[in-house]
């Protein structure tokens, strides 16, 4: 079945841009999203499509697609952005998602 | 607004079967335009599918389960739920059901969880 790699950790300083791979093969052909999943808290989707987000997730959150590499960028990161991050796309040749292992992202 | 909320046990017993229902509010399982989804979380693990089903009850599931998922639909009660048979530790963590549009391929939204032990 298909795979997606992420880093298991990111860390950023207040203020910094965060940036957030998933890697697979030749991803740039699907549609990618991501997911935001607070400690004790379901996750939610904040980039679809590769780079849309859904209404009242802030413009400071985008990603991006290419080749085999997905990005999820955040700048100004903020405390509240700690989080752990997942990616997920479909996998047509199975017929099902698949999830990324999933990225935590300390503010230090 | 959308929710979906999880039930079950808690805690099976190796070997048998278990139960989990969500119950949607804010829109009907009955819906042309969504499945509706079992995802689970384990720690260290990451996400994994389960399956999804269908308004007509048609299912999907993940192959990795080798057949031991079983959803389905009670629309009078506006629920769907997942039977895991024969579950071991390795299937103690923690359960989410959720929506996904036929027209795109994400899950939006999400109950909050249920967490599942397994032990005798």
């Known amino acids: 079945s298909y795979v997606l790699t992420q880093p298991p950790s990111v860390s950023v300083a207040p203020g910094k841009t965060a940036s957030i791979t998933c890697g697979g093969n030749?991803?740039?052909?699907?549609?990618v999203h991501w997911y935001q999943q607070r400690p004790g808290q379901a996750p939610v989707v904040i980039i679809f499509?590769?780079?849309d987000r859904p209404s009242g997730i802030p413009e400071r959150v985008s990603g991006s697609n290419s080749g085999n590499t997905a990005t999820l960028t955040i700048s100004s990161v903020e405390a509240g952005d700690e989080a752990d991050y997942f990616c997920?796309?479909?996998?047509?040749?199975?017929?099902?998602?698949?999830f990324g292992g999933g990225t935590t992202l300390t503010v230090l | 607004q959308l929710q979906l909320h999880e039930s079950g046990p808690g805690l099976v017993k190796p070997s048998e079967t278990l139960s989990l229902t969500c119950t949607v509010s804010g829109d009907t399982v009955s819906s042309d335009d969504y499945y509706w989804g079992w995802i689970r979380q384990t720690p260290g693990k990451g996400l994994e599918w389960i399956g999804n089903i269908y308004s007509t009850g048609t299912t999907f599931y993940s192959p990795s389960l080798r057949g031991r998922a079983t959803m389905f639909l009670d629309k009078s009660k506006n629920q769907f739920s997942l039977r895991l048979t024969s579950v071991t530790a390795a299937d103690a963590c923690l359960y989410f059901c959720?929506?996904?549009?036929?027209?795109?391929?994400?899950?939006?939204?999400w109950g909050r969880g249920t967490l599942v032990a397994v032990s005798s």
């Open positions: 997920q796309v479909w996998d047509f040749d199975n017929d099902q998602p698949v």
């Open positions: 959720a929506r996904m549009s036929l027209a795109a391929s994400w899950f939006d939204p």
């Open positions: 030749n991803i740039g052909s699907k549609n």
């Open positions: 499509y590769g780079s």
